[in-house]
């Protein structure tokens, strides 16, 4: 006769958690091997397997060049905004250039693994 196990019961959504917390759920689940050696997105995957979670494709939004010709009007707006000494939309434009350098690093590694 097969046993039901309880799964541990998930706090909040698995991609806002870190690390450490997948590593501690996914240890209690003794279908996961190997968790120590996996990376966060594996872990992940192999949660979602567990818990029947369907694993939506990733949305990455603009194409590589749009991200960056964003991050260069921002960069150009942050410089105007210093030179004017209004540091708080500098700082917005900054922010906002980063968020951007973010992103097509996120899109260049996504390129490479396709």
């Known amino acids: 006769m097969e046993e039901t196990r309880e799964l541990p019961k998930l706090?909040?959504?698995l991609e806002k958690m870190t690390i450490k917390e997948?590593?501690?759920?996914?240890?209690?689940?003794?279908?996961?091997?190997?968790v120590h050696g996996m990376t966060?997105?594996?872990l992940?995957?192999?949660?979602k397997k567990v818990y029947g979670i369907a694993e939506?494709?990733?949305k990455v939004g603009a194409s590589l060049r749009e991200v960056k010709s964003k991050i260069k009007k921002f960069k150009k707006l942050?410089?105007?905004?210093?030179?004017?000494r209004d540091f708080?939309?500098?700082?917005?434009y900054r922010k906002l250039a980063s968020k951007f350098k973010k992103r097509s690093r996120k899109l260049a590694k996504l390129a490479r693994m396709s």
């Open 11 to 13: 706090e909040k959504k």
């Open 22 to 34: 997948l590593r501690e759920i996914a240890l209690q689940i003794p279908e996961i091997q190997g």
């Open 44 to 47: 992940i995957s192999a949660l």
């Open 56 to 58: 939506e494709p990733k």
């Open 78 to 84: 942050a410089e105007e905004a210093k030179q004017n």
């Open 88 to 92: 708080e939309k500098y700082e917005r």
């Open 40 to 42: 966060k997105e594996e």
